[in-house]
């Protein structure tokens, strides 16, 4: 097992990690009715995709 001859600091191991922050999801618009949602899915305000209804959404009172 490899062990390390020393210690490392903080300012080296934060270095390593700078690059480790996690990036949001990508958004597009929708089509059909133009409302923000996540690529490649089911738009969850109308429910289609790629230009045809999946999914009947219906309306919550």
Known sequence: MANPKSRISR???DKRRSHHALTPAGWSL???????????R???HCGHYKGREVVVVEELD
């Open 30 to 40: 929708c089509t059909e009715c133009f409302e923000p949602k996540l690529p490649h």
């Open 11 to 13: 300012t080296r191991r």
């Open 42 to 44: 089911v738009c969850p």
